[in-house]
């Protein structure tokens, strides 16, 4: 996920720096960027409780006991 993550990161920072550009040379409307600006943000926060949520499952699947050792313990008489 890494290799895919590196690229998209470049190209986002990539869109800031433009978008940035055009707001401070008065070439279009702000308002439209800031509408974008915003579902970007909604969007990475979305997708950052995604992988907040995944990596939570792996740990707690990575710390839990084995699942049939517990279920049925064998009773000593």
Do not use: S, W
């Amino acid at each position: 996920m890494r290799d895919a993550r590196t690229p998209v990161d470049k190209a986002y920072h990539d869109i800031l720096k433009r978008l940035e550009a055009i707001v401070l040379l008065g070439v279009i409307d702000v308002a439209p960027i800031l509408a974008f600006a915003e579902e970007l943000n909604a969007t990475t926060a979305r997708y950052k409780h995604i992988l907040a949520q995944e990596q939570g499952r792996r740990k707690a699947h990575h710390d839990a006991p084995d699942a049939g050792d517990d279920e049925n313990p064998v009773e000593e008489q």
